[in-house]
């Protein structure tokens, strides 16, 4: 076992002899550059694997076209995790028009080709060939968005939980920094899998038959879905119904004969135990291994992540799938010391560019924890604000307050974009905000202006957006200061129509507003905005129009586009 942490983890035998390393305990396979940060997940994992002793290396982006391509550091000892990457791989591949992508984020000078389509199967199958026997664990975004039957927009058909496609023994959902090295542990004491929160397994016939399904919900099952488009739906309710840690019951699907079993989430981190794993001990920049640039990494290398989880729950979002619905904020001293860490680095210009996570403005959200072991709603904030939900905003506003009068930071801002409902509840925050963080352009999220589509996709109302604008104009007149607002509207959402989307575009010719920013609606796998763009209804079985086809889309999207300008926010 490892004593000390490692400068990066190690990618190759020459780094491993330089640990004095004979072997790996763990192999970790990432669909991203490897980018050794806490805002890339396989990072995180590997880190917080070495915390526990193990000997970790990482694979990036391997050739997928060859198993050796996986054996460059030998065969390891305890067993091997997958991930395609921060991005479901379909979504950083296609765009909402079916076509490539131009760029990869995640990989070095934005380069595409550098992973599969559904990498996450094709990754964990060419481990299963690499390393016959040796347990394989899948996890990470892909992994979250897919764990039950879902529709897959760019293939435009159902597919199967991908237990049964990776074939691998135990998938991750959610963060995993709790299943993750349970389920390690267990694979080096040679103990069963089974029963670990936070994650699923594919029984076969004979453990299917011998299953006790008492205390799990039943999910309709795969060939029910298959059949009967409504099914989905059904499904849907039923995961995002039993997403909450405090209420959830397990899941369980019927594959034929074979059983999928999902466990229930596993418990958030405490403010210590987040606080804990953003201080492990990260280079906090890419590997040496690239000499170009790797853009994600650009984006984020002078902000700060302060919260996890999300109270929204938005029908096109997958993020509350992944990172749960319970907001974590890490304490206002771990995240001082990051400022301190970015801004006592060699090269940092004195601009904190972010701090934030979800929203800008969920920071130190509180729960009545009595009242949320009872709650299955899929919103703390739609369709009202829960009463056990709680977020002043000042706890961010001291936070911003302490961060502003660090010496060698002139410039802080919030760039997440905020939660426009919240926001409006939260007056001294938001004086702050404008008044003090916004880098001349603001980014807000009203996604859409008529208050029927608004609805379908869990947001606010039009009105609520109307106000911010009358207080952002009227904070930043009396500040003295001329900046502007981006805002994000979304074009086809199911049941946004020709007459709903004239909405939008009335309201941009009235201010004469060019956009930053467009976004045609991608389906992302087990929203609620999948199963309404599948079955053509709405939850509560209303039929909607939906626009499928490129040529039914493009009417709306032209709205948009033909608004996007180099100048960023309101003509003057």
């Known amino acids: 076992m490892s004593s000390s942490p490692a400068p990066f983890l190690p990618t190759t035998r020459e780094e491993m002899k330089k640990l004095n390393w004979d072997e790996l305990d763990i192999l970790i396979i990432s669909g991203d550059c490897y980018v050794d940060h806490p805002s890339f997940g396989a990072a995180i994992i590997g880190r917080l694997l070495e915390h526990r002793g193990y000997k970790v290396g990482i694979i990036a982006q391997p050739d997928w076209k060859t198993p050796e391509s996986l054996k460059v550091m030998g065969t390891p000892r305890v067993g091997i995790g997958v991930t395609s990457g921060n991005m479901d791989s379909m979504v950083n591949i296609y765009t909402a028009g079916r076509r490539m992508r131009r760029d990869d984020m995640f990989s070095e000078n934005g380069l595409t080709g550098n992973r599969p389509p559904h990498a996450l199967v094709v990754y ?3 481990a299963r060939q690499a390393f016959p026997g040796k347990p394989v ?9 897919r764990r039950v039957a879902h529709y897959d927009y760019w293939q435009d058909k159902i597919r199967p939980s991908m237990l049964l496609d990776t074939k691998c023994d135990i998938m991750v959902y959610g963060m995993g920094e709790r299943p993750t090295p349970e389920a390690f542990d267990r694979m080096r004491d040679g103990k069963p899998l089974d029963g670990i929160r936070g994650t699923a397994r594919l029984l076969g016939k004979k453990a299917a038959l011998e299953f006790d399904k008492t205390g ?8 029910e879905i298959l059949n009967n488009k409504d099914a989905l739906m059904t499904e849907t309710k039923l995961v995002e119904a039993n997403m909450n840690y405090y209420s959830a019951s397990g899941l369980i699907q019927q594959y034929g004969d074979r059983l999928l079993v999902i466990e229930p989430p596993a418990e958030p981190l405490s403010s210590k135990e987040l606080d804990e794993v953003h201080e492990l001990p990260y280079a906090r920049k890419p590997h040496p ?22 109270p929204g729950g938005c029908a096109f979002c997958g993020l509350v799938a992944h990172q749960g619905r319970t907001v974590m904020s ?21 601009t904190i560019s972010d701090v934030g996570g979800a929203a800008g403005n969920i920071f130190g959200s509180t729960y009545d924890t009595e009242k949320c072991k009872k709650c299955h709603r899929v919103s703390c904030l739609f369709p009202k604000p829960c009463p056990s939900y709680k977020c002043d905003g000042q706890a961010m506003v001291h936070l911003l307050r302490t961060l502003r009068k660090m010496p060698k930071v002139r410039h802080l801002y919030v760039n997440s974009g905020i939660r426009l409902d919240l926001c409006l509840r939260q007056k001294e925050l938001l004086y702050e905000l404008i008044a003090h963080h916004v880098s001349g352009h603001m980014k807000v999220a009203p996604e859409h202006l008529h208050p029927q589509v608004m609805k379908l996709m869990r947001k606010g109302t039009p009105e609520e957006f109307f106000e911010f604008m009358r207080e952002f104009e009227r904070i930043s007149k009396e500040c003295g200061l001329e900046q502007y607002l981006i805002p994000l509207f979304i074009s086809n959402f199911p049941g946004c129509t020709g007459k709903e989307m004239k909405t939008v575009d009335d309201f941009l010719n009235k201010h004469h507003w060019s956009l930053q920013q467009v976004q045609d609606y991608i389906p992302l796998p087990m929203t609620m905005g999948a199963a309404m763009y599948y ?13 499928r086809g490129l040529a039914e889309r493009r009417a709306q999207i032209h709205v948009l586009k033909k608004r996007r300008t180099p100048f960023h926010g309101k003509k003057r």
Not at 137 to 145: D, F, I, Y
Not at 300 to 309: E, F, N, Y
Not at 535 to 547: L, M
């Open 124 to 126: 964990a199958q060419l």
């Open 137 to 145: 664990l899948t996890g990470g975004l892909e992994a979250s968005l």
């Open 216 to 223: 799990y919900v039943e999910l309709p099952s795969y060939e």
């Open 289 to 310: 291994r690239y000499k170009g640039r790797i853009p994600a990494f650009d984006a984020i290398a002078d902000s700060i992540q302060a919260v996890r989880g999300c």
């Open 330 to 350: 890490r304490s206002e001293e771990s995240i001082v010391r990051e400022a301190e860490y970015i801004s006592n680095r060699p090269g940092f210009k004195g």
């Open 535 to 547: 079955t053509g209804k709405a939850p509560d079985g209303t039929e909607i129009e939906v626009n």
